[in-house]
């Protein structure tokens, strides 16, 4: 659909006032392809089905709309503390992310967000409910556990939506989104994915009121950002740390993600950079939730920047700037790689993608590459001390396996007991205004 000039901002798509001056606080005025295609039928209430490759913007494509309908849309009713919508995200660290950026969507206005999921302690997140959320963001193991305990009323909900909807699929939560779903009754549903396999639309033709599907490129375009260069070569899995370690020392590096395929695979990676002098942290499944959110945390402030991490963690690293996204060993599937990569080159920015192919690995990369379309056949087989990888990275020549004192790992803080409590909560909200 096209739009006029005056159109190419939030405040052009019909945005309250108080939402569009939050998100120019946090410098974002003009919005990207698919929430422009977005906004004009959300705001109406319809629902959508929409696409577009990670770092694309998905999350404000949904979420101003839901912010501007709960705050101020005569089909929706008033605020009293229970929610209005609810966000389904497949991870914990996908939760947070969601629901800091609703947080700053709504900081104008008096909708409150409450993040929801396993691993936190419930009597936290039963207070937020009690205290009144009029948006919850959460994971679906937990939102059917306080739903079933009857502290997370859902029968207000008037919107939906499933965030990442391939990866709940790929994780197993379908019967929890269906449950989920039954509970909340008629509402609009948004359901936004990188992929659409045919359990997710078969699921949005059973649940869905006529959904119009929205990609924000068309169908030639390829999985993966073209402002990511992608370099991939053979690499000896006894050579693969010095290789790394020269890699981090290219010019113009900023934060890199390096991934590992195991829990145990990351950790030992992360304390050998760290004890080759690289400020480095970890996130995969072995740490608690508290030393996971403290690793990212320290990983979006610049604290640290390398972050070396699991596929659990991928879709909760939402940070544009990240320049570099290493591959320690192949992904296991294509659309695994997309995601991975999808971390750099995001928002127009540039990145480097590098994967390292062991000698074990080249049919599963063979795979990959057909898959993808990639065009990254007979890959060359390159060392640390190779002139070749020198040239690609540009490196120093001095460059070596360290680069200065051992230091310790960032993010291994134990996770905290869990405990409950329970009780009611209402409010009221105040007036609002329009442009």
């Known amino acids: 659909m096209p739009y006029a000039a005056e159109q190419s901002t939030f405040a052009g798509l019909g945005v309250a006032a108080e939402i569009v001056d939050a998100l120019a606080a946090d410098g974002i005025t003009n919005p990207f392809s698919i929430q422009e295609l977005t906004l004009p039928l959300a705001l109406a209430g319809r629902d959508i089905i929409g696409q577009a490759r990670t770092g694309m913007g998905k999350t404000l494509g949904f979420g101003v709309p839901l912010i501007d309908r709960v705050f101020d849309d005569a089909d929706i009713a008033e605020l009293d503390g229970t929610p209005r919508a609810l966000i389904i995200v497949p991870t914990r660290e996908l939760a947070v992310q969601v629901g800091d950026d609703l947080e700053r969507t709504a900081a104008h206005t008096p909708v409150r967000v409450s993040t929801i999921y396993g691993g936190r302690p419930y009597d936290e997140q039963i207070k937020a409910l009690e205290d009144g959320a009029d948006v919850v963001v959460g994971t679906p193991g937990r939102l059917i556990d306080l739903h079933d305990r009857g502290d997370l009323v859902l029968e207000q909900v008037a919107v939906l939506v499933l965030d990442e909807a391939d990866e709940m699929l790929d994780m197993g939560f379908l019967p929890d989104i269906e449950k989920l779903w039954a509970a909340v009754g008629e509402t609009q549903t948004m359901l936004f994915s990188a992929t659409m396999p045919g359990a997710i639309l078969a699921l949005a033709r059973q649940k869905m009121n006529k959904p119009v599907h929205i990609r924000a490129e068309s169908g ?19 050579d693969k740390l010095e290789v790394i370690a020269r890699i981090l020392q290219s010019p113009g590096r900023g934060r890199t993600i390096i991934f590992a395929r195991t829990k145990r695979t990351a950790a030992e990676l992360a304390d050998d950079l760290a004890s080759r002098g690289f400020t480095v942290a970890a996130v995969h499944g072995d740490l608690g939730q508290g030393a996971r959110e403290q690793a990212l945390d320290a990983f979006r402030r610049g604290a640290v920047e390398i972050l070396v991490a699991t596929d659990v963690a991928a879709r909760g690293i939402d940070v544009d700037d990240v320049t570099h996204v290493i591959n320690y060993q192949a992904p296991d599937d294509p659309m695994t790689y997309v995601h ?28 990959i590459n057909t898959d993808l379309k ?36 960032h993010g291994t803080r134990p996770a905290r007991r869990q405990s409950r409590s329970e009780g009611p909560g209402k409010r009221t909200r105040s007036g609002r205004k329009r442009r």
């Open 374 to 409: 990639l065009g990254k056949h007979d890959i060359p087989e390159w060392f640390s001390t190779s002139d070749e990888l020198r040239e690609e990275f540009e490196f120093p020549e001095s460059a070596s396996g360290r680069v200065g004192p051992a230091r310790k790992v």
């Open 220 to 238: 030639d375009d390829s999985a993966t950002h073209t402002t990511t260069r992608q370099v991939v070569f053979k690499s000896h899995r006894m």
């Open 340 to 367: 991975r990569i999808g971390r750099t080159g995001r928002a127009g920015r540039t990145g480097t993608a590098v994967t390292l192919v062991g000698y074990d690995e080249t049919r599963k990369w063979d795979a």
